[in-house]
């Protein structure tokens, strides 16, 4: 399941990345916000994101102006790795390196056709393993989350 959320910056897109998903057959579990009414980001970022720490979804999928709200938010819940990806090597790498469970993106920054290349690569992608690990478990280590 993946956790859906966005603000109003964000709100085009993740009403789009819904009828992807559904293209996809990824399950999506959408938090809000439901229109283009102003909003504050971190209210939707924590909502996702806690129900990716808690095991609720196992992934995410974060929108806001420019990603990067999103991703700070996000990445205060243990044990979500946020990351925010602007090209399909940037997504590609954060799921094979970092292993990353939420991805964030930014809809004043990147064009819709992007995002679709992104998402797909990103919920297509495996993590590595190997030295990876080891570098990811020491994300955690130290703060705990
Ligand atoms: C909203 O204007 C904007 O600040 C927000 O969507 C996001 O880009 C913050 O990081």
Redesign the pocket.
């Known amino acids: 399941m993946i956790a859906l959320a966005s ?1 109003h ?2 709100y085009d897109y993740k009403e789009k990345i819904k009828t992807l998903l559904d293209e996809l057959k990824l399950p999506y579990r959408d938090f809000g916000t439901s229109s283009k009414d102003s909003t504050d ?1 971190p209210d939707w970022a924590h909502k996702a994101a806690q129900a990716v720490s808690s095991g609720e979804c196992e992934q995410g999928i974060l929108v ?3 990603g ?3 991703s700070i938010v996000a990445n205060k819940h243990k044990g979500v790795r946020a990351a925010v990806c602007e090209s399909v090597t940037a997504a590609r790498l954060a799921r094979q390196h970092n292993n990353a469970n939420v991805l964030t993106v ?1 809809e ?1 920054i990147i064009g819709w056709e992007s995002v679709v290349d992104i998402v797909k690569v990103f919920f297509s992608t495996s993590f590595e393993g190997g030295r990876h690990a080891r570098r990811v478990e020491k994300i955690h280590s130290t703060t705990g989350l």
């Open positions: 603000d910056a964000g980001y806001c102006g420019t990067i709200g999103m930014g004043r």
